[in-house]
T-cell receptor
Framework: DAGVIQSPRHEVTEMGQEVTLRCKPI?????LFWYRQTMMRGLELLIY????????DSGMPEDRFSAKMPNASFSTLKIQPSEPRDSAVYFC??????????????FGPGTRLTVL | AQTVTQSQPEMSVQEAETVTLSCTYD???????LFWYKQPPSRQMILVIR??????QNATENRFSVNFQKAAKSFSLKISDSQLGDTAMYFC???????????FGQGTRLTINP
């Protein structure tokens, strides 16, 4: 079975450019999460969706960041304009949400973003 | 607010030894979940073990077990008969019931030496 798929795996861009990260969750999962990992801040949740609807975007650093989930099988995280401090590994994760239960979040391989 | 603290940035043991990774957390909730995730050099995050706070029995998964001390808000991971493939970053994480947000600790880099 395919796990969570992220593309690209590596992205190098210049400051000011737009960056789009892509995620395909596991088929049948109804929750999707975007995390960012840096040495300074560790792993932090940026935003998550239930049934394609954004539920909590309090972790999104600023207006330069936006995320969409147009359907159950695709999500994007966009940074515009990008800055060097956005350099990090961005993970997408998905899970099957059920009431009053926590089910495992399955992580993708991550996208390593470098902004020069 | 939830917080998770891992006080050991790095640890190193010999193959076949037992190692314990420490984690403390803080939450005002009564119902929550605790997790240990492994991140090998491949960067993939892998769930190692989970514990529901309402369960008194410590979770066990093969060579991995936890020592869950609810009153002390402590959640340590014990790896028995350590193997070279256990070399990775290990993250402790928590989530409250009804929410889906995972809060992670800063991680412990574990090296298993041959």
């Amino acid at each position: 079975d395919a796990g969570v798929i992220q593309s690209p795996r590596h992205e190098v861009t210049e400051m000011g450019q737009e960056v789009t990260l892509r995620c395909k969750p596991i088929s049948g999962h109804n929750s999707l999460f975007w995390y960012r990992q840096t040495m300074m801040r560790g792993l932090e949740l940026l935003i998550y969706f239930n049934n394609n609807v954004p539920i909590d975007d309090s972790g999104m650093p600023e207006d330069r960041f936006s995320a969409k989930m147009p359907n159950a099988s695709f999500s994007t995280l966009k940074i515009q304009p990008s800055e060097p401090r956005d350099s990090a590994v961005y993970f997408c994760a998905s899970s099957l949400r059920r009431l009053a239960a926590f089910l495992e979040q399955f992580f993708g391989p991550g996208t390593r973003l470098t902004v020069l | 607010a939830q917080t998770v603290t891992q006080s050991q940035p790095e640890m190193s043991v010999q193959e076949a030894e037992t190692v314990t990774l420490s984690c403390t957390y803080d939450t005002s909730e009564n119902n929550y979940y605790l997790f240990w995730y492994k991140q090998p050099p491949s960067r993939q995050m892998i769930l190692v073990i989970r514990q529901e706070a309402y369960k008194q029995q410590n979770a066990t998964e093969n060579r991995f077990s936890v020592n869950f001390q609810k009153a002390a808000k402590s959640f340590s991971l014990k790896i028995s008969d350590s193997q070279l493939g256990d070399t990775a970053m290990y993250f402790c994480a928590s989530s409250i019931q009804g929410a889906q947000k995972l809060v992670f600790g800063q991680g412990t880099r574990l090296t298993i030496n041959p």
